[in-house]
T-cell receptor
């Protein structure tokens, strides 16, 4: 069943605003990842996190691996229209060797 | 040059038919996956192969059978299609089985009528 709770489900923001979304679980994960899916395309990896507490940036994107290993957040600064899409968190549990995906956060950016 | 390519992109078929979706990756990765994305955008893993060997087989009906002729290809065959099989199916690959850095194909939108 679904093991990752992602929020918010959707967001409507103005261009230039910062965005924050997160992913939580009752289980411990040893890897957290954030993907973005554009309409009609497959998900594309944005950031991968492998250590508890790790904070990683990719351009305007910053993600953190929660210290408890049960959560992660993704921030997008100074949003632009091409940030529109669905953002998925994904996690890998120790010894399970498979991804669990969150339910996605749909981001809408008004120019 | 597409990294993970799957065909067809769209597939419309009648209930009861058998169909196949093909996937190829040119990244030299060892692991390939099939995912199903439903109308609510939930992504769920179906199968995972590592070097042509089945690693993960989630609770998927027997009507779904993956086949990996070599590590660059992972095809999905579906027998006796049902209305509930309508979804977008994504193929993906990663270098290692457990590092999560997967590359996804564009998806195959399957519609069963």
């Amino acid at each position: 069943g679904q093991q990752l709770n992602q929020s918010p489900q959707s967001m409507f923001i103005q261009e230039g605003e910062d965005v924050s979304m997160n992913c939580t679980s009752s289980s411990i994960f040893n890897t957290w990842l954030w993907y973005k899916q554009d309409p009609g395309e497959g998900p594309v990896l944005l950031i991968a996190l492998y250590k508890a507490g790790e904070l990683t940036s990719n351009g305007r994107l910053t993600a953190q691996f929660g210290i408890t290993r049960k959560d992660s957040f993704l921030n997008i600064s100074a949003s632009i229209p091409s940030d529109v899409g669905i953002y998925f968190c994904a996690g890998i549990r120790y010894n399970f060797n498979k991804f669990y995906f969150g339910s996605g956060t749909k981001l809408n950016v008004k120019p | 040059d597409t990294a993970v390519s799957q065909t067809p992109k769209y597939l419309v078929t009648q209930m009861g038919n058998d169909k196949s979706i093909k996937c190829e990756q040119n990244l030299g990765h060892d692991t390939m996956y099939w995912y199903k994305q439903d109308s609510k955008k939930f992504l769920k893993i179906m199968f995972s192969y590592n070097n042509k060997e089945l690693i993960i087989n989630e609770t998927v009906p027997n009507r779904f059978s993956p086949k990996s002729p070599d590590k660059a290809h992972l095809n999905l065959h579906i027998n006796s299609l049902e209305l509930g099989d309508s979804a977008v199916y994504f193929c993906a690959s990663s270098q290692e089985q457990s590092n999560g850095e997967a590359f996804f194909g564009q998806g195959t939108r399957l519609t069963v009528v």
